[in-house]
């Protein structure tokens, strides 16, 4: 048993159990899932800081060899864990923030029903989550990824008994395979181009330069397709939103911290893949902007919380898209890492808002509540996905900025004014919550809602130290551990301390003007809640009216149509003029003698013609 | 080895004499199937991957044709031979409680026995035998126990499937007798059969004689209009033969008669089935979007993966080969265990519709997660078989040809266009006056199911250990294509 | 010689035929049935003289013999024809047939 | 025994008895039953000494000196008269019920019956063409009676009449054929007229042959292949039942006896010439057939179209004697045994279930049969299944061997025409099995079950099935391969 077999089989193990429990004993206390479920993810968290601290001081790469999954031809699949430095990174945010969510989850969900089944399905989704980073060879990984997707389909499905949550949850699992296919489609071409057989990571990368340009850039595009889905880019980003009808640890652990992390991880693994197609990464990078830019624009006209939070996270990703883009892997990823942080701590504390007032999710209805706790934790939140200095998201969203700016100045441009979208949008959302001549008062909240979310608060304040950049004396220390195949871009010193001020100078400004416009004000109640904005550019109708309606209109052509009318049609009718024809032949067979007779003497004279006309040269 | 082809037989053919309870009649049922499968298993422990054909009995029959009583087993057929033996003590088990009719049981056992004897029979009339004997006992019991017009519906089938057959028996007299003039005397045996010098329009005519026979049973594309309505109106324990089986016997043929006579002329052909292939599983898939009724939908969905399935084999390298018997295997249990769970739910609420169902997941939670495990199977999400022979079989598209690969890949998606919506509209959402107080399953029927879902697991997590036994002769096809490529 | 007994022989049977088919009485049909027979005979008595080979003649006994038990059977024929329809045209016994 | 002995034993026997049986049947003794089991007797009897003789090849003259070599005795007629022999006696024996059901089956039908057997030995022992002529006047004046044995119905005496006038009607064509050929060979034995044709050349043959097209057209005329088969219909539905069956199983086993003779001793030169006519008459046979059989209500017309049909696949394999003597002939002769068996067990249990009356048994009337009588209704599935070639029945045996023959000839389009007619008849069939089991039967009137009549029907329908799986594997029972072995003797004994 080596250290990743127990943090991968931990959490499946306590899932396992939870999920015999509830199915075998139904009126199990409560207190056995919170102790299982905490467990399997706490140990596994332990284990990730171990395992991350291994790999950062250490320089250690801890591999495990579990089976061998497939062996056909040349198809060789073994199932093997690898914690490189990438993946350890990934574990030192992916555990952790998962285990607290756990805990936050432990008081969120206190007395449902079916609090069992949730445990379950949230260990599940850990140890998917775990496979997914651990993976050293892409067809494993996909399991972890379309396992996480299951799961995140189970969960946000969880209140089943609303049939809208699971369609909800069939979109994301539907959209998502969308993009699977993709992914699936560009392993497949990978393996059949790389010339060695074995198909680890390492294999791949050492074939790459023998795949010729194309055909590398078709896998390129079909894996980013992939991470399109997971991730809710354009234009497979429609899931997202709707994915925010499962219960808020959901939306805060799945939706916002990991799963749709997974293609940023996933691109950066593929980073020699990339660096080799200049063209794909632009589009990543574009691609990343107008999701940025277009997920901030919508999320100005929301009024449900948890939405405001979705496309936010959409927009954030939209960033890590960019880096990606310009081929800043290692900034790209640092931002993810904040990003886990902060955007946990927004759902949760948004999570505990809606628990405290009693399931109110629209900010117009929950306006003016007292709740200096929450605000609290809300405003750091909301500073650091501001990215005001010092706090952790924005060394992580400067270092992206300058790597912008170095690289494509329009994208940066589109950068820039996103950001400055956020802030408007997310102060909008706190002025509009927390600054209000109304005045509402709700429970109080739980501790076990609360303990968790001080940590990540922490997190949220120093995390940036991680990757100081030198122009602050720092070393970038997480980019260091890394060492992905960034591409180095220069920013002169002056102008990047010109870029940081002018940034915060503008956010600053943009909140100030939040505040006039929404603080004790009613200006959310003028607000046109339709148009353009507000119905998110009639994407979804769009999708429904392309897709959904022809599909069903084909459906119902190829079964009526073709199948019954046209095939089985034809068959039967050719039954049916058999039967005609047996009828008039019968007709012959009249009964009267006379005619026998006559029959018989056709038949003799044809057979005599016959015989004159064969023999003739005989007479 | 024979015993797996006639204690069925026997067994049924005791139960016509004897007169009996129904209890003891299932009991007894059980016992024999189970036996036959204990066998199935004393067989697949104690094969031997590397060998090609084993087990080999061999006796005269009709000596003056050439026509002999020999079957064995190998790669090829390991997977159907084992399906046919675990499935139908399964189904006894899960509807233990139904089904009281005495000849429901009998016919099953012929049908087992035909089955099994069509899977092992190496000489060309034995096989047609056994594949016409299956028929009978379908034909009767979806008359006799059918739903709906059910008589029609029987002769249809049996009309259609018997025009197929007829074509396969010329198709075979033929070879038997071309055999006759090139060495002298007739034989049926499929080694012989394989030294056969045809020329090509000979070779094209007959084998599509075959094709037609298999393509009516499996089906693909133009021949499937007897499918919805059969699974419709037939009882369960004949639509799972059928779809777990039946169908994968005939794809199975496929791969046993045509690629080993006619190895140039499938090659060349390939293409056309391969076209037809996509486009049944397309098409398919896309048609059972929009059924109400939950048999007809499942019966489009096999219908579609079985397209998928004779892609894999008319692509014809290893992966392919491997990853198609492989997903013969994988739908065989899933479907089964589906479509046993519609029967289970029937039972229950009186209903195949839809529309009338929901809530299940609230009343019945067990059901509820076995009945989705068992969808999302065939949908073929990770850890499940199906993943596994998908992930082949697309590979295997992918190496024949960039496009095709894409075209199979769309498989991951056809079958979400109808399991996601019928699973909420099923389970989901909140109950109604029928199924409010449905009952979950009980203590027989979870013995029938969880075999069925572990395998499933098993298959998924662990498949090089399933797949050892297959691999080796699809090797011997795969090298075959190199050779025939060259030449 | 021959020729014209062969001729004459082959115009009975035409008539014969033509007359089994044309004509609706039962009895006129066995009449022309009798001239099919009769034709044969005459034709073979010609080709024994015409070979002077005697069996033939036996022939032709012999079917005349066979033309008189079939007379029998014709007669009980109409008997039984005509108590059950009191007719013997060919027309009115077509109850049977392929048609439904 | 000496096979002398049987030559003469079998007609002697039969004819003894059936004089015999008209005498007796005055006497104040005579009880139907009395008649009936005497017939039967003789029946198996005779079948016993004439079985006796098959399994080996052999070929003697019959007292040559006395018959003038008319009559000559081998392995293949002894195959033949045994065989229809043992299917006299199965319908016979099923025929019990019917018989004790029915007022007019008086001992002149036993007569009859006796007499129509003897013409059949006559007609298959037949070495000379007249002689062949009056057995099968014997024969086929005897099965007129038979037809129309039932005097009060109308039905009856209407087939009768057409029997007999297109018979008669028939019978002068072979007449004429006979003279023609008669008029070049200045013979009428078949051995005779084979050397003649052997001899001479084509232009010398010219009315040869075309008497011997005549004759074949008589002989079409009496397997009731298109357009010569007309009266089928009418007359198989006319006829009560066990006289169906009689004529469809056993008098086409005697025709073709008489047909493969003469055409393998001496038509064989002319089969390139008649093939063409051959295949066709197969075609329109088949299809006729088949259209008439999908569109009967009763099932007893559907049985007799599909006789036709039927006729059509004899005449497949017919066609392909010239290039694939010995499979074709064996396949005739196999298909034979398959087609009587099935068609006499068919109708046996039609006959059983009608209870002597003359009604038509329409699709309606068997509902529910297998719920009523489970046995009846296995043992007809069988026999149904058995016509449609269904594998694992004696039928399917059958027509592979027909088919392959046809395809060992050349034709295998014929063989294709065959399995398209297979699979039309697949519709006609299996409605019966559809009305048996599937449709709800109306009030089930329990008839008094006549035993003896019900062991012979399972008796035939376990034979049907041996005949289908049959090996001398499981046991030493005669299997295919057995009857195989006969008619390759039977084949053998024929001076090709």
Request: glycine residues 6%; neutral net charge.
């Amino acid at each position: 048993m080596s250290t990743l077999t127990i943090l991968l089989f931990a959490p499946l193990l306590s899932a396992f159990l939870i999920f015999l429990i509830t199915v075998l004993y139904s009126q199990t206390k409560q207190y056995v899932y919170t102790f299982l479920a905490l467990m399997g993810s706490g140990l596994s968290a332990l284990l990730a800081l171990y395992v991350s601290y291994y790999s950062y001081f250490e320089k250690q790469v801890l591999v495990t060899h579990l089976f061998t999954w497939l062996n056909i031809g040349d198809f060789l699949i073994e199932v093997t864990l690898k914690a490189d430095a990438l993946s350890s990174f990934m574990l030192l945010f992916v555990a952790p923030v998962s285990f607290l969510i756990h805990v936050y989850a432990t008081g969120y969900m206190n007395n449902d029903k079916s609090y069992g089944r949730f445990f379950a399905y949230f260990n599940l989704f850990v140890f998917f989550m775990l496979l997914l980073v651990l993976a050293d060879n892409p067809i494993v990984m996909f399991i972890g990824w379309e396992g996480v997707g299951l799961v995140s389909y189970a969960l946000i499905g969880f209140y089943y008994e609303d049939v809208k949550n699971t369609y909800a949850g069939n979109k994301a699992f539907i959209v998502n395979r969308v993009g699977d296919f993709g992914f699936l489609s560009a392993l497949m071409l990978l393996f059949l181009s790389i010339p060695l057989g074995g198909f680890s990571f390492d294999n791949i990368f050492l074939g790459l330069w023998l795949i010729d340009s194309h055909r590398l850039t078709l896998i390129a595009f079909l894996l980013f397709v992939g991470a399109m889905g997971k991730s809710a880019q354009i234009p497979l980003f429609v899931w997202l939103p709707d994915a925010m009808a499962g219960p808020t640890p959901v939306s805060a652990l799945i939706h916002a911290a990991t799963m749709v992390t997974a293609g940023v991880y996933m691109v950066a693994r593929f980073a020699p893949l990339y660096n080799m197609t200049p063209d794909i990464l632009l589009l990543i990078a574009y691609v990343g902007a107008f999701s940025a830019l277009f997920a901030a624009i919508i999320a100005t006209r929301q009024y449900d919380i948890k939405k405001i939070l979705a496309y936010s996270t959409m927009s954030q990703l939209g960033f890590m898209f960019m880096a990606l883009g310009v081929g800043a892997y290692s900034t790209a990823l640092f931002h993810m890492f904040t990003h886990a942080f902060f955007k946990a701590l927004l759902f949760m504390a948004a999570g505990a808002i809606i628990v405290a007032y009693h399931h109110k999710q629209d900010i117009r209805e929950l306006r003016g509540i007292r709740a200096s706790g929450l605000f609290i934790l809300m405003l750091i939140a909301t500073l650091t996905i501001t990215a005001i200095p010092p706090f952790s998201a924005f060394f992580s969203k400067d270092a992206i900025m300058s790597a912008l700016y170095a690289g494509h100045i329009e994208i940066f441009a589109i950068a820039f004014v996103t950001s400055l979208l956020t802030a408007f949008y997310m102060f909008r959302m706190l002025f509009v919550l927390f600054f209000s001549k109304s005045e509402q008062r709700g429970q109080p909240t739980r501790k076990s809602m609360l303990y968790p979310m001080t940590p990540l608060t922490v997190l949220c304040i120093f995390a940036g130290l991680l990757n100081v950049p030198e122009i602050f004396s720092g070393n970038l220390s997480v980019s260091h551990w890394l060492h992905l195949a960034d591409q180095s871009f220069f920013v002169p010193h002056t102008q990047e301390m010109l870029l940081m001020s002018l940034n915060t100078f503008f956010t600053l400004a943009v909140i100030v003007y939040t505040y006039k416009k929404y603080a004790y004000t009613d200006a959310i109640e003028f607000e046109k809640s339709d148009g353009m904005i507000a119905n998110k550019f009639y994407i979804d109708a769009l999708y429904t009216k392309t897709v959904v309606t022809v599909l069903e209109k084909l459906s119902y052509f190829f079964d009526k149509k073709i199948s019954q009318l046209l095939i089985d049609g034809t068959i039967n009718s050719m039954a049916l003029v058999y039967l005609k024809v047996g009828n008039l032949f019968a007709r012959a067979e009249n009964g009267n003698v006379r005619f026998y007779a006559l029959y018989m003497l056709i038949g003799l004279v044809s057979g005599f013609v016959y015989l004159y006309w064969s023999l003739r040269s005989f007479l | 080895m024979s015993l797996l082809i006639f204690l069925p037989f026997i067994t049924a053919i005791f139960l016509f004499i004897v007169k009996m309870p129904i209890n003891a009649v299932k009991s007894i049922y059980v016992v024999s199937t189970l036996c036959v499968a204990s066998m199935a298993i004393y067989l697949y422990v104690h094969f031997d991957p590397n060998a090609s054909m084993q087990f080999i009995e061999n006796h005269s029959w009709i000596s003056q044709y050439g026509i002999n009583y020999s079957i064995g087993v190998d790669g090829v057929s390991l997977g159907i031979v084992m399906m046919n033996a675990l499935l139908m003590p399964l189904i006894a088990i899960g509807l233990y409680k139904q089904r009281d009719k005495k000849g429901y049981w009998i016919h099953l056992l012929f049908v087992q026995g035909g089955i099994m004897g069509a899977a092992l029979s190496l000489d060309l009339m034995l096989f047609y035998l056994f594949w016409e004997v299956m028929l009978l006992p379908i034909f009767f019991m979806i008359g006799l126990y059918g739903y709906g017009k059910s008589n029609f519906v029987a002769i249809k089938f049996n009309i259609y499937t018997i025009f197929g057959s007829l074509m396969m028996l010329v198709a075979i007299l033929y070879l038997a007798v071309s055999y006759k003039e090139q060495f002298g005397f007739y034989s049926f045996a499929l080694d012989d059969l394989k030294n056969l010098k045809l020329t090509t329009i000979e070779s094209l005519l007959v084998f599509s004689g075959f094709m037609m026979a298999f393509a009516i049973k499996i089906p693909i594309f133009p021949f499937h209009t007897w499918l919805s309505d059969t699974y419709r109106s037939a009882p369960t324990g004949i639509v799972i033969v059928m779809s777990s089986l039946m169908a994968k016997l005939g794809a199975y043929a496929i791969w046993r008669f045509l690629f080993t006579l006619f190895d140039k002329t499938s090659h060349q052909l390939a293409p056309y089935f391969i076209g037809i292939g996509l486009f049944g599983l397309i098409f398919f898939g896309i048609s059972a979007m929009n059924q109400t009724h939950l048999k007809r939908m499942f019966a489009l969905s096999s219908a579609s993966h079985l397209s998928l399935i004779v892609v894999g084999f008319f692509v014809y390298d290893i992966y392919g080969l491997v990853g198609s018997s492989y997903l013969i295997i994988s739908h065989a249990l899933s479907s089964a265990a589906l479509f046993l769970m519609l029967a289970m739910m029937y039972e229950r609420v009186q209903t195949y519709t839809i529309d009338t169902l929901g809530g299940i997941a609230k009343v019945a939670p067990v059901f509820a997660l076995f009945f989705a495990f068992f969808a999302l199977s065939i949908v073929g999400v990770p850890l499940t078989s199906g993943f596994v022979a998908e992930v082949l079989i697309i590979l295997g598209a992918f190496e024949y040809n960039i496009y095709i690969g894409f075209l199979a890949a769309t498989t991951v998606l056809i079958a979400m266009l109808f399991m996601f919506k019928m699973i909420s509209a099923v389970l989901y959402g909140d109950t109604n006056e029928r199924t409010k107080n449905f009952q979950d399953l009980r203590a027989h029927e979870l013995m029938a199911l969880i075999p069925l879902a572990l395998l499933i697991l098993a298959m998924g997590i662990f498949p090089n250990y399933f797949i050892k036994n297959i691999e080796p002769t699809a090797k011997t096809f795969a090298s075959n294509k190199e050779v025939s490529h060259h030449e | 010689m021959l020729k014209g007994y062969m001729i004459l022989s082959i115009i009975l049977f035409s008539i014969g035929i033509v007359g089994l088919i044309s004509r609706r009485n039962i009895i006129v049909m066995y009449m022309s049935i009798e001239l099919l027979l009769n034709a044969v005979n005459l034709s073979l008595i010609a080709i024994s003289a015409d070979l002077a080979d005697s069996s033939a003649q036996v022939m032709s006994l012999i079917i005349i013999a066979i033309a008189a038990s079939e007379a029998a059977l014709f007669m009980s024929l109409f008997v039984v024809l005509f108590r059950n329809r009191a007719s013997l045209d060919v027309n009115l016994f077509t109850i049977l047939g392929g048609k439904e | 025994m000496s096979n002398e002995f049987i030559a003469l034993a079998v007609p002697a026997i039969l004819l003894f008895s059936a004089i015999f049986t008209l005498l007796f049947g005055f006497s104040v003794h005579y009880t139907k039953s009395r008649g009936y089991f005497i017939t039967l007797g003789t029946l198996f009897i005779t079948f016993l000494i004439s079985a006796n003789g098959i399994g080996e090849t052999f070929t003697l003259p019959v007292l040559p000196h006395i018959f003038n070599s008319m009559v000559v005795y081998d392995a293949f007629s002894a195959t033949f008269i045994s065989l229809f022999l043992l299917g006299g006696f199965l319908t016979l024996a099923i025929a019990k019920s019917f018989v004790d059901n029915t007022c007019f089956f008086t001992h002149e039908s036993f007569v009859l019956l006796l007499f129509s057997l003897f013409g059949m030995v006559i007609l298959t022992m037949a070495n000379e063409l007249l002689t062949a002529f009056i057995a099968l006047e014997i024969a086929s004046m005897s099965v007129y009676i038979l037809v129309g044995l039932n005097r009060n119905s109308l039905r009856a005496s209407e087939a009768f009449f057409k029997y007999l006038l297109l018979g008669s009607f028939a019978a002068s064509f072979y007449l004429l054929g006979m003279v023609l050929i008669y008029a070049s060979v200045k013979s009428t034995n078949l051995a005779v007229i084979a050397h003649y044709i052997l001899s001479t050349n084509l232009k010398a043959q010219l009315l040869v042959i075309a008497g011997s097209m005549l004759i074949m057209i008589t002989i079409m005329f009496k397997i009731a292949a298109v357009p010569f088969g007309a009266w089928v219909l009418d007359v198989y539905e006319g006829a009560s039942f066990p006289i169906t069956a009689y004529m469809a199983g056993v008098f086409k086993i005697a025709i073709f006896a008489f047909i493969l003779r003469i055409f393998l001793q001496n038509f064989i030169a002319y089969e390139s010439l008649y093939d063409p006519l051959i295949i066709g008459g197969a075609m329109v046979t088949l299809i006729a057939g088949s259209l008439l059989a999908v569109t009967q209500n009763s099932v007893k017309k559907m049985l007799a179209a599909s006789s036709v049909v039927h006729s059509g696949y004899l005449l497949i394999a017919f066609a392909s004697i010239g290039e694939a003597t010995y499979s074709a002939t064996s396949a005739i002769i196999f298909y034979l045994f398959a087609y009587f068996l099935s068609a006499i067990g068919a109708f046996g249990v039609l006959s059983y279930i009608s209870k002597g009356s003359d009604k038509q048994i329409n699709y309606d009337d068997l509902n529910g049969l297998a719920k009523s009588r489970p046995i009846i209704a296995a043992s007809f599935t069988i026999f149904i299944l058995s016509l449609a070639g269904f594998p694992s029945t004696i039928g399917f045996i059958a027509k592979f061997y027909i088919f392959t023959s046809a395809i060992e000839a050349g034709y295998a389009i014929l063989a294709f025409f065959g399995a398209l007619a297979a699979c039309v008849s697949i519709y006609y069939y299996f409605k019966v099995i559809g009305h048996l089991y599937f449709k709800e039967s109306g009030p089930v009137e329990s008839l008094s079950g006549e035993k003896f009549s019900l062991i012979f029907i399972v008796i035939t329908a376990i034979v049907v099935l041996w005949g289908g799986v049959g090996t001398s594997l499981l046991y030493d029972l005669p299997g295919i391969n057995a009857l195989n072995d006969l008619s390759r003797y039977a084949i053998g004994s024929l001076s090709l």
